[in-house]
Structures are given as C-alpha cells and as structure tokens.
C-alpha cells in the first residue's frame, strides 16, 4: 500500500552506493580500473533512465573519505575517471537537462579538478530535468559535524536550517530510496541526514551491470511499500469506535 505523503506523481529523490566495480572486473580476468571504467558506463546508463523514472534528484556515492585508504594506483585512476567525466560529459548533460552538484570535500582532490567540478556546475546550472549529485571525497558523518560547527553561532535552528547547513542547499528533498548494489548491505556514511526515512532497497547485481531495469525494479519495490515517516497506517472511519463504547 503507497502512502498519501508520497504520490508516483512526484519526483522522488534516489541515492545510490555504486558498489562492485572491482569484483566485476576480479571475476572477469580485467584489471579493477577496467570495471571503474565500465562503472562510469553504468552512470550515464541510469542518468539518462532516472528522469523517465519519476527521479527529480539522483545521488551517485562516487568516492567515500575512506576511499583515500586505497592503493595510490586505484586512487590515481579514479581521479582521473572523474577528471574525464567532468571534461567529456557536461555538454550531453547540458543537452539532456541534467544540473550536477558534486558534493563532499574538494581541497584533497588532485590540482585541476575542484576547478573543473565548478566549471561544469555552472554550465550545468539551468538544468531542470534532473539533478545530479555526485558525491566525491564525501562523508555523511563530516557533513553534520561541519554542519553542527556552523550552527553553533546561530541563536535559533530548525531542522530546515540545518538541512541547508548538511547539504548545502535550501529546499533539498529528503532521500526517498537508496539503492546499494553488489550485494553489501550497509549505508558506509552515506546520506545519514538526508536519508532518515529512506527505503532501502539491497542488490546482487554488480554496478558495472547496473541498468534501467534494475533501476525500474528498485523503484517498484519502493512503491510497493507504505512509508508511514512514524506514524500510524490511516484508520478507515467505519473502524473508529465511538465514544461510547470506549
């Protein structure tokens, strides 16, 4: 049973731990960067499904603080796939609608790259059909303690305002489903604030793999459940007991 709080009519906020790109290529005989690449592939797959899917906002964990853990030649390669997607992919994007936002830290990323993100965030800015974030150097747990630090000097707070301190932006939507593929079954600080009340919806198949099917699945899934944000399922008034007979 759908909820009333969330119709198939809006346009829903996604978020997505690309997960697998590595045990893709392991078990093919192909090197781990081959399935990074081969996950890039799979991006613009599901950017261009997500509109047609009822998604307004589509959140790609792209690299995790933790991910600097990893070997310097796996870390140098996933800089340079994103340096290549920011260079060769905003004029499909600006074609398509699309607005990026790269969200997370950019003061560790290799020289030239917070340049392009800001290059490509502005030529990207009118885009009304989706919103991308990608989520690079990224740590929900950072985002809330750099957002806790800030409100500190604010004399009133809502949870609005804070929203705006975490993300970064005014009138973000909450996430309504996060979607991890490769069979793991953890969030790995992603979305903590935005996410409160998102579905979660866990898949075997490998990012590489990753297509508009899959995608159609997770969200019919989603729409399967009843999201009751807390609160009770709605009473029909013929099974409301009178008052006197209380």
């Given at each position: 049973m759908q909820s009333d709080l969330v119709s198939r009519n809006e346009k829903l906020h996604v978020g997505i731990i690309m997960d697998g790109?590595?045990?893709?290529?392991?078990?093919?005989?192909?090197?781990?960067?081959r399935g990074?690449?081969?996950?890039?592939e799979a991006i613009r797959r599901i950017v261009e499904a997500a509109p047609k899917q009822g998604?307004?906002?589509?959140?790609?964990?792209?690299?995790?603080t933790d991910n600097w853990r990893r070997p310097k030649a796996e870390v140098a390669a996933l800089m340079t796939l994103l340096r290549f997607y920011l260079g060769n992919e905003v004029q499909s994007l600006v074609k398509n609608g699309v607005r990026l936002t790269v969200i997370g830290r950019r003061d560790r990323l290799p020289d030239g790259i917070a340049n392009a993100i800001a290059r490509a965030e502005d030529a990207t800015a009118h885009g009304g059909t989706l919103h991308l974030r990608i989520a690079v150097d990224y740590s929900a747990r950072?985002?809330?303690?750099?957002?806790a630090a800030?409100?500190?000097a604010l004399t009133s707070l809502t949870r609005e305002a804070f929203s705006q301190l975490v993300t970064g932006e005014a009138g973000l939507r909450d996430v309504d489903l996060i979607i991890r593929t490769s069979g793991e079954k953890r969030l790995s600080d992603f979305l903590l604030?935005?996410?409160a009340y998102a579905e979660l919806h866990?898949?075997?198949?490998?990012?590489?793999?990753f297509d508009a099917g899959d995608l159609a699945a997770a969200l019919a899934s989603f729409?399967?459940?009843e999201r009751r944000f807390g609160g009770l399922q709605a009473i029909v008034p013929e099974e409301v007991p009178s008052l006197s007979r209380v």
């Open positions: 790109n590595g045990r893709w290529a392991t078990r093919r005989g192909l090197s781990r960067v990074h690449e081969a996950g890039v998604i307004g906002t589509l959140t790609l964990y792209a690299f995790s950072d985002a809330i303690l750099n957002a800030k409100a500190a604030w935005e996410g866990f898949t075997e198949r490998m990012w590489p793999e729409h399967g459940r």
